[in-house]
């Protein structure tokens, strides 16, 4: 048998509201979550990523379905009997403790002696760098040092899963970026299951080993970063994900998988087609912008061309719109290299060039 | 450079006299209405009674003498003045009772006020400030009616035949503590719940979330963080419930006399104006000496939070 999961989400329904008001948070959510993963819940906000994870703490129970923790159902124990602690977004300190109480709250409810606690807070605050701060009110503390205190706090008694709930959205860019790398260690010290629920598609891309991502209650695709990046299973996640270009088209033509497509704009392209797509139907072309350059409109491989609409420089690249033929613009961009700048102009006709499979053929 | 430092110096004085005079107006009234009238009882306290109330302005410690001793009048020896003892203990353990009593029965209703939504919180609010509007005569004549011997409490419970004979509730101590209950539960349920309402509800997930139990919950985590509320509540109901007046004469009829009796008996059928502010001084420092001893025994529990 393969070892279990760390949290096995299946069929859960969490409807708020009554009557005509009454929708659906989760929306029949399938999940599983591997033990020792960094795991991410990512949609925008409302699409019902902390309610899963509410349900996960046990601050919320499901209508309908199966939650299980290591295998065991947990779907009707109480938050405080489950091995499970969360990290809240405000970091729900204790005001009325100092930071070591606070980390050593967890182990007092649970029971341990007074000399474990204290031994298991030290080497908590030393594993977030905070020993010196032991003694101090939560109030004093800097917003970065109340997420560590927070950390330290959920990490104590050694749960099974770690829930994050936006942790890292009231921070500044700046600590944001150290704390990344910071909750990266932790879990990679601890061993701890994380699930991670984030609105920050870089946040989850750089950190998470596995994406789900949602929309309207409903998870949409599960995935490694590369998958959710480069094969988005809809254009909702293409879109949420990244930026994207996207270019309509109808399909002409289908042969074993691959489909010749007409773009609105007027060129055609060949492309691995959707399963159960067939002939006349409405598609629609991604490609991030990364992944298109720039060239003269008469090289070879040209494949879109148009005059340049609008050129942002951004630091260590530049956004080039080009507007093709049907009026939309097509993003490239490109990285900055010294001796480039002045290159090139609005107004400037030029190309488009990419590989063919940098292209992903979506229904609709 | 000297003259600038002087300049500064002028400037410094020109702002802490512009302060004193800016405040001068509040001076004026705490000293007109709080430091003038009790002086005055003060220096009361130290005179003769007058024969038909009032004072004569000779010197006399014969009034606080009297708030502790009895002096025989037959043979002039003195005594332990029993019945005003009893009446200080009577009225410290009334109060004391009436503010538990309250911290009882307010502590779950703020509680459930603070974690209504929002907008009904507002409506519950101002249910519990209706008594207010009513003078509290009346609402003591309410309490009545529900004790006494003809009242509602023993027609209902003769009529369904628990009792015989009406029970006697009204003119006991009980009768006075369930009329200062009543009457100053509001008073515990304000504060109580300014303080609950600052509480952040994600306090409490993240007590659950650290296995604290719903008691250890409320232990650990929702009354540490209301202990401001319960001090400020505890001396709002506490020092009126020591000096009530009105609630222990109609309840607690001729006998059951509380603070607020004896000294009211003094200025009047007593005629006695010295032994009246001599005891009015006595229940003052009884307050103060509580307060002192209960927020210091509180506060430290509480320190730094604020």
């Known amino acids: ?364 | 450079m000297a003259g600038q430092s002087a300049l500064i110096e002028n400037e410094q004085r020109r702002d802490i006299r512009n302060r004193w005079l800016l405040s001068a107006p509040a001076l004026l009234i705490i000293l007109l209405a709080a430091v003038g009238p009790l002086l005055i009882v003060v220096v009361y306290s130290l005179l003769t009674p007058g024969p038909y109330g009032d004072v004569i302005w000779k010197f006399s410690t014969d009034s606080w003498i009297g708030v502790f001793l009895e002096r025989d009048i037959f043979d002039d020896t003195l005594s332990v003045a029993d019945a005003h003892l009893g009446i200080f203990l009577r009225s410290v353990k009334l109060s004391i009772l009436t503010t538990i009593a309250t911290l009882v029965f307010g502590f779950p209703t703020a509680y459930f006020i603070a974690t209504r939504p929002a907008r009904s919180r507002e409506l519950w609010l101002f249910l519990i400030t209706i008594p207010f509007w009513t003078n509290l005569l009346i609402r003591t004549f309410a309490v009545l009616e529900v004790i006494r011997n003809q009242g509602v409490i023993n027609t209902l419970a003769m009529r369904l035949g628990l009792i015989d004979s009406p029970m006697q509730m009204l003119f006991t101590d009980g009768a006075i503590l369930v009329g200062m209950i009543y009457v100053y539960l509001p008073l515990m349920v304000l504060p109580l719940y300014a303080s609950m309402e600052k509480i952040d509800f994600r306090l409490v997930e993240a007590g659950y979330d650290l296995y604290a139990t719903p008691f250890r919950v409320l232990t650990k985590i929702i009354i540490p963080l209301v202990k401001p509320g319960m001090i400020a509540g505890s001396i709002l109901v506490f020092i009126p419930s020591l000096g009530a007046y009105v609630t222990p004469s109609m309840l607690g009829g001729g006998k059951n006399l509380m603070l607020g009796n004896l000294i009211e008996l003094q200025f009047g059928q007593g005629r006695n104006w010295p032994l009246g502010s001599a005891l009015s001084i006595t229940m003052m420092l009884i307050v103060m000496v509580a307060l002192l001893a209960y927020v210091r025994n509180s506060a430290s529990g509480v320190k730094a939070h604020g």
């Open chain 1, 1 to 364: 048998m393969a070892e279990l999961s760390a949290i096995e989400i299946r069929g859960v329904f969490k409807y708020y509201g009554f009557g005509e008001a009454r929708f659906a948070a989760v929306d029949g959510a399938n999940l599983s979550i591997k033990q020792n993963e960094f795991f991410t819940l990512l949609g925008p906000s409302g699409c019902g990523k902390t309610t899963l994870l509410r349900l996960i703490a046990g601050f919320e129970f499901p209508a309908e379905g199966e939650l299980l923790l290591h295998g065991e159902d947990i779907a009707a124990m109480p938050p405080f009997k489950r091995p499970i602690n969360t990290v809240f977004q405000n970091y729900a300190l204790f005001p009325h403790m100092t930071v070591a109480d606070n980390i050593g709250f967890g182990l007092r409810m649970l029971g341990q002696s007074k000399d474990k606690v204290d031994a298991r807070v030290s080497e908590m605050l030393k594993l977030v760098r905070m020993e010196q701060l032991a003694k101090r009110s939560t109030s004093q503390l800097s917003g970065g040092q109340q997420q560590r205190v927070a950390l330290a706090r959920a990490l104590a008694p050694a749960p099974k899963v770690l829930l994050l709930d936006e942790p890292l959205s009231a921070l500044d860019y700046k600590l944001r970026k150290e704390m990344q790398i910071e909750l990266k260690r932790l879990q990679a010290e601890t061993g701890i299951t994380f699930v991670f629920v984030t609105h920050d598609q870089e946040e989850a891309l750089t950190m998470s080993d596995r994406i789900a991502v949602m929309q309207s209650g409903k998870i949409l695709q599960i995935g490694s970063p590369r998958d959710i990046y480069d094969r988005p299973a809809n254009r909702f996640v293409a879109d949420f994900i990244g930026e994207t270009n996207f270019l309509k088209g109808k399909v002409t033509a289908i042969k074993d998988g691959s489909g010749d497509i007409a773009m609105n704009c007027g060129v055609s392209l060949s492309a691995p087609a959707p399963a159960a797509t067939s002939i006349g139907d409405e598609v629609t072309v991604m490609l991030r912008p990364e992944h298109a350059r720039l060239v003269g409109v008469d090289d070879a491989g040209v494949v879109l061309s148009g005059p340049l609409a609008d050129v942002i420089y951004f630091g260590t690249d530049t956004y080039y719109n080009v507007a093709l033929s049907d009026g939309t613009l097509f993003t490239v961009r490109q990285q900055n290299r010294p001796g480039e700048e002045g290159g090139r102009l609005v107004g400037d006709v030029v190309g488009v060039a990419f590989p063919s499979d940098a292209i992903r053929v979506l229904r609709g």
